[in-house]
């Protein structure tokens, strides 16, 4: 259904802005170019950005859109809002208005502080907390309190965007970490992650687009170096580490808000883990003809390898689940996407309600 409906979908979109901007935080499946500033990041290269518009590498971890482009064309946007790091006074214009938004993701952060070596997700909401005050002094009365009150009514009618947690579970993964120790890994995780979603309330987000993450054991690099996996086969015990996470998030985000923690609070759990594993499932119905191997990258299921300038990459990427060996192609992200914003809840890619629903509360 999601694969015969997508382009219709897109279509009958009227323009308009559904928020006044949109806020992006996260990891790779949502990072638009901020790695590309930070000291010693080494940028990424074609064929990366091969399919983005005039076929140049932006940052993305795609061969064109990612998930957050896309969330923010569906609430009437052009693409995803800019990279923070990429801001000037002349770009940050509307921003300081309190309009289109800001993405501070960062490929390779994680929920924990201590996950990647990057912009940590605890930096990203502090940037996010400069903006607010830049915000706040643009309006036209400094800091004053009816600065604050018109800055804080944009903000609580915005989308907050949060992808992130992948990077954690890898990490878990790779060190060989053990089922006794999940209990404490899901502790540590859904603490800082409620504390973030505190943070960014308490600076003025009310409406929270969370989405999970995705059956890491269906990924290629993980099927392709793992003897449980394979093309015919995603691994158990990866999938069964992310589901149990993304339960206890869910449980986590309904007692938080349920606790009067969050007044004014709205959120919706976009589930990337049911939308990969709906298309991996029934492959030919989602419009994908591969959904083991990566389009781009070298070696078993073209995933132990990376994507670098000299890989072998498909023609077909539109046939593709995945673009290199941890991350969807445009497609998928086009329509994953389209499914947690507009699928009818009970198809279980979104809940308690849709993104859709969320924005229009």
Partial sequence: MIGVSIVSYYKSLIMVHLVPAVYVFGDSTVDVGNNHYLPGNSALQLPYGIDFPHSRPTGRFSNGYNVADFVAKL??????????????????????????????????????????????????????????????????????????????????????????????????????????EVPSLYADLLSNYTRHVRALHGLGARRFGIVDVPPLGCVPSVRATSPDGGASRCVDAANALAKGFNDALRAALANLTASGALPGARYSVGSSYSVVSHFTAHPAAAGFREVASACCGGGRLNAQTGCTPNATYCSDRGEYLFWDGVHGTQATSKKGAVAIFSAPPQMGFAAPINFKQLVSS
């Fill in 75 to 180: 609430l009437g946007f052009k693409r995803s809002p800019p990279a923070y790091l990429s801001l000037t006074p002349r770009t940050s214009r509307q921003i300081l208005r309190g309009l289109r938004g800001v993405n501070y993701a960062s490929g390779g952060s994680g929920i924990l502080d201590t996950t990647g070596n990057t912009i940590t997700l605890t930096k990203q909401i502090e940037y996010f907390a400069a903006t607010k005050s830049k915000m706040v002094a643009n309006s036209g009365s400094g800091a004053s309190s009816s600065s604050s009150s018109s800055v804080d009514e944009l903000l609580s009618k915005s989308l907050f965007l949060i992808s992130d947690g992948g990077n954690d579970m890898f990490a878990f993964l790779q060190r060989n970490g053990t089922a006794s």
